[in-house]
């Protein structure tokens, strides 16, 4: 049987799920095995000009500031982020080796690959050549999935979406950088093979509520922790990660950083409590009028709440749940 990788890149918070582990050749059929690629992932460049991605690119010294010497030199990292929105664009800022060497961080070892796709307009013909452009080698073979159909198969697969709910539409909220990815898709049963049911869509979704996009939430985040620590904005130091570590959930008030000063000494910061009516002011009034359709049933995938899986059809890094 080969040996299928399901992975999501998108630099927010990266994941991947495979059906099989290199510690555990007689694991139970079916058993997910997950990647956790960390909040705001970058690729950095090495000695020998090659990149790399995944967790040891956000651990590595490369890039950090001139407190790590040579190594720490800015040009030698690069958000995952940008790399993602050039690829969908069509943009040539960033080498696209570094989302190649995310990918490949991810999903060592696997034969079959399966790459998640937002599923709006900006992923159309030529964004998914490039995807497929980058991701093509030899040695296994790749498709492209969308992402709210991935997460429709997991709903299905954990029982969240009824199997008899043939006919039915189901509305993914996915929250993304720019806003929130929405797509309705809809219950059919294969008219082949009665057993087989598959989401059915209708076209590209759409961007809602620009305003609690991640970049924009992390643009307030950064702002509050500055505030919390002012010398951040006197000090020349190595770039912190509390802002998205707070919106994911991986890190709470009072939690405590190290920095490198790029003269070398240390630098102690603390994250600040961010509470939800702080986050209301920054979204402001907010017009929900797209979300108006009987008998929707809605999903919400967040980035907080990840979960995959990585059958064949291979399941979403975000995990639907029933309003």
């Known amino acids: ?69 040579a190594l720490g030199s800015r040009d ?8 993602v929105d050039d690829i969908l664009n069509g943009s040539e800022h960033y080498p696209v080796e570094t989302y190649a060497a995310t990918v490949d961080a991810l999903t060592r070892g696997g034969e079959a690959l399966v790459v998640g796709l937002p599923d709006v307009p900006a992923s159309n013909e030529a964004a998914q050549g490039r995807v497929l452009n980058i991701v093509r080698s030899q040695r296994r073979s790749q498709r492209l999935l969308w992402r709210p159909v991935a997460a429709f198969l997991h709903a299905i697969e954990e029982g969240a979406i009824a199997r008899d709910a043939e006919g039915e539409s189901f509305r993914f909220l996915i929250h993304s950088g720019e806003g929130l990815e929405v797509q309705t898709l809809r219950l059919r049963r ?11 869509r209708d076209g590209f979704g759409t961007i809602e509520l620009e305003s609690i996009g991640l970049r924009n939430l992390v643009r307030f985040a950064r702002q509050m922790v500055h505030k919390a620590n002012p010398v951040l904005l006197e000090a020349s130091c190595e770039e912190s990660r509390l802002p998205l570590k707070l919106l994911c959930g991986e890190a709470n008030g009072c939690d405590k950083e190290i920095l490198r000063l790029d003269n070398g000494n240390w630098l102690e910061v603390a994250a600040p409590v961010i509470g939800p009516e702080m986050l209301c002011e920054v979204i402001g009034p907010a017009d929900f009028s797209w979300t108006r359709l009987r008998t929707l049933q809605i999903h919400f995938c967040s980035r907080r709440s990840p979960s995959l899986s990585a059958q064949e059809s291979f399941s979403s890094s975000n995990g639907a749940f029933r309003s």
Do not use: C, Y
Not at 60 to 65: E, F, L, N, Y
Not at 76 to 83: G, Y
Not at 190 to 200: K, L, Y
């Open 76 to 83: 030698r990292r690069v958000d995952l982020t940008a790399v």
């Open 190 to 200: 294969d008219a082949d093979h009665d057993a087989h049911v598959a989401p059915e």
């Open 1 to 69: 049987m080969r040996r299928i990788a399901g992975v999501d890149i998108n630099g927010w918070k990266d994941m991947a799920a495979r059906d099989w582990s290199p510690g555990e050749e007689d694991a139970e059929k079916g058993k997910v095995f997950i990647v956790d690629g960390g909040v705001g992932s970058v690729a950095v460049r090495q000695e020998s000009n090659s990149w790399v991605g995944g967790p040891q690119a956000a651990l590595s010294h490369h890039g950090r500031g001139g407190g790590w010497g």
